[in-house]
């Protein structure tokens, strides 16, 4: 399988679209029933699921960013992408330091 944002044959993780944690919020339980935010998965490498979890806060990606199209339009997730898709599989980028919000 290739990963659902850069397109790269790596080791994939699932990434849940509407994070777990943010499951409990009144407005994401309004929006959702329980089978599809158990079901809303992405398949990503770990570059990126790093990247998207590093770029956004969890209810940002919640409310905002729930679907692999979404997640492309951000702007810097997809300046990523766009750097990353032309990387070898193999490649891991080194770590950059967190973004303080």
Same mark, same amino acid.
């Given at each position: 399988?290739? *990963?659902?944002? *850069?397109?790269?044959?790596?080791?994939? #993780?699932?990434?849940?679209?509407?994070?777990? $944690?943010?499951?409990?919020?009144?407005?994401?339980?309004?929006?959702?029933? +329980?089978? /599809?935010?158990?079901? @809303?998965?992405?398949?990503? *490498?770990?570059? *990126?699921?790093?990247?998207?979890?590093?770029?956004?806060?969890?209810? /940002? &990606?919640?409310?905002?960013?729930?679907?692999?199209?979404?997640? &492309?339009?951000?702007? /810097?997730?997809?300046?990523?992408?766009?750097? @990353? +898709?032309?990387? !070898?599989?193999?490649? #891991? !980028?080194? @770590?950059? $330091?967190? +973004?303080?919000?």
């Amino acid at each position: 399988m290739q *990963c659902e944002l *850069c397109g790269r044959r790596a080791p994939l #993780t699932r990434h849940h679209l509407i994070p777990k $944690r943010t499951h409990r919020f009144g407005t994401v339980r309004a929006r959702y029933s +329980k089978a /599809e935010l158990n079901s @809303l998965i992405a398949h990503l *490498c770990k570059a *990126c699921h790093r990247h998207v979890h590093r770029t956004c806060k969890e209810r /940002e &990606l919640a409310v905002g960013y729930y679907s692999v199209e979404l997640l &492309l339009a951000h702007p /810097e997730i997809q300046q990523f992408v766009d750097w @990353l +898709k032309d990387k !070898p599989d193999d490649f #891991t !980028p080194r @770590l950059s $330091r967190r +973004k303080k919000t």
